[in-house]
């Protein structure tokens, strides 16, 4: 199935100067949010409790105020919240102070996909989700582009739903990064699956299981270092302007045809049976409701594992390597 990519002219951009919005959490992606829709033009509040975030918030001219505050005052309240907080603050917070005709907003799809949030039948619920993390979705707007963002309509209490999403992705950056149209489910499914089965978990096994074989094999830790984790980043910044089969033309022949006669026989078919059941539990709920038990839980499992990979043996290689490329950069 293709999708089309929408641009600043498939957006009415008068809304960012009509409509005035809300920011409730200045975190990794509430900041960016709010920040790229004041320079934008548009009336922008932040509501965020005190704390590193409210200072923050205050450093870069904003006025936070309370959650009530900025949903009184505002049309489109974004919910720039994490997954796990977001469904506690809407019930307590947020929920009953909505107003008919108003847009709640989310900037990933799985408060609403996991039933966290169920917005009033009376208000719009959009979401404009950027691929990738706050950071680039400031700092591709600064230099005057923008991240793709995927853009959706999960409710149209007021018929102008989709005009405020386009609106307010374009502002954001999706104008000139690109806005794709997808459901709540399609961004908040793939997002997980993509996370867990490549980009958080299955690349990281990959080299942390490499590099213990080649230290096993009497390779120094930080040759291992290099060539398992470190050069990751060259080849994926090679898929990441050329694709992969431009990354295959920009490397060598024996990397070639070594990766793909051997990565076959390593990511074989009893891997696509293990990661289709990562998608199934996905897709079934099964992730969310084991991510939200384990919040509830005081996330002791969360810091155990991210513990135990912290004193993993190729830690003390990586630092070892990244002063080397320091020192070669300077």
């Known amino acids: 199935m293709s999708v089309r990519a929408m641009y600043e002219n498939d957006a009415d951009l008068g809304l960012l100067k009509r409509l005035r919005f809300a920011v409730i959490g200045y975190g990794n992606q509430g900041h960016a949010h709010a920040l790229n829709l004041r320079d934008a033009g548009a009336s922008v509040l932040v509501g965020q409790r005190h704390g590193a975030s409210f200072d923050r918030a205050v450093a870069d001219g904003f006025e936070p105020v309370s959650a009530e505050k900025a949903i009184e005052q505002s049309d489109v309240v974004i919910l720039g919240l994490p997954d796990e907080d977001i469904g506690r603050i809407y019930r307590d917070e947020i929920a009953s102070r909505l107003r008919p005709g108003q847009a709640l907003g989310f900037v990933h799809g799985f408060a609403v996909r996991f039933g966290l949030v169920i917005a009033p039948t009376d208000v719009d619920v959009v979401m404009v989700a950027p691929k990738g993390p706050g950071t680039l979705v400031r700092s591709a707007f600064q230099r005057g582009g923008g991240l793709t963002c995927i853009v959706a309509v999960g409710q149209d209490a007021t018929g102008r739903a989709r005009d405020v999403a386009l609106a307010w992705g374009a502002g954001v950056g999706g104008g000139k990064g ?131 990979e912290a004193v993993h043996p190729s830690e003390p290689a990586g630092r070892a390597v990244r002063a080397l490329a320091a020192g070669a950069i300077r």
Request: charged residues 25%.
């Open 178 to 308: 690109g806005m794709i149209e997808a459901t709540f489910a399609q961004e908040c499914e793939s997002d997980l699956f993509g996370e867990q089965a490549v980009l958080c978990g299955g690349v990281q096994e990959l080299m942390k299981i490499a590099f213990e074989l080649l230290v096993e094999a009497g390779v120094p830790e930080e040759l291992a270092y290099f060539e398992c984790i470190h050069e990751v980043k060259q080849v994926v910044d090679l898929q990441y302007t050329e694709g992969l089969a431009g990354m295959r033309a920009r490397i060598s022949n024996t990397a070639s045809y070594g990766g793909l006669t051997r990565g076959p026989r390593l990511v074989d078919a009893s891997v696509r049976v293990r990661m289709r059941e990562i998608l199934v539990e996905v897709q079934n709920g099964s992730f969310a409701k084991e991510w939200i038990a384990e919040c509830e839980s005081g996330k002791k499992r969360l810091a155990a594992l991210e513990a135990a």
